[in-house]
């Protein structure tokens, strides 16, 4: 019921234990979606805006014990999108940005053709565009691009479920 620690590993080697049961970590694939975001420390010119969604979410994904795979920022393309949704490397996806209702949104239709799409707009501010389903035994979770909605949802939804697969409280 908690992490293995240097010391740990060596109580367990002195009494013999070559090995125990434990529960891997879940990897999670990471996708930031929007024509208009810049990689982080960029300077945005116009109408371009910096992502901030994946900094912050990959420090959460470390704080509750999750592995994040390599990520990059993919354009507002479907099949790029559900390409890399469908991961099957991954035990999680985090989509970041295109879950509203717009005509770039593109998250929500591809979720429900890839899986399902078990909820989509929930009652809640922020976050309201946020959503979860499944692709096979994959949950997929539609984080709004809103820093701070993504944020929230991340909290509410993602943060939990994460730390329960991988054994925590």
């Given amino acids: ?8 590993a060596g109580v ?13 970590r879940p990897r999670v694939r990471l996708l930031v979606t929007g024509d208009e975001l810049l990689p982080a420390g960029q300077r945005p010119r116009g109408a371009q805006i910096v ?10 994904l470390a704080r509750d014990g999750a592995m994040a795979l390599p990520f990059e920022i993919l354009p ?12 099957p490397d991954s035990d ?28 989509h707009g929930i009652s809640m501010r922020p976050s309201s565009p946020a959503g979860m389903g499944r692709i096979e035994d994959r ?22 479920t994460l730390r329960a697969m991988g054994g925590r409280s």
Avoid at 76 to 87: K, Q, Y
Avoid at 92 to 119: I, K, M, Y
């Fill in 1 to 8: 019921g908690r992490r293995l620690r240097p010391q740990d």
């Fill in 51 to 60: 992502d901030s969604n994946s900094v912050v979410l990959r420090g959460l």
């Fill in 76 to 87: 507002d393309v479907p099949a790029l999108i559900g390409e890399v949704m469908a991961d």
């Fill in 139 to 160: 949950f997929v979770f539609l984080l709004p691009g809103n820093p701070v909605s993504c944020l929230a949802a991340y909290e509410f939804f993602a943060g939990p």
């Fill in 12 to 24: 367990l080697s002195s009494i013999g234990k070559s090995s125990v049961s434990c529960i891997r």
């Fill in 92 to 119: 999680v996806v985090l989509v970041s940005g295109g879950s509203s209702v717009g005509q770039e949104d593109h998250a929500p239709r591809l979720l429900a053709e890839l899986g399902t799409l078990d909820f």
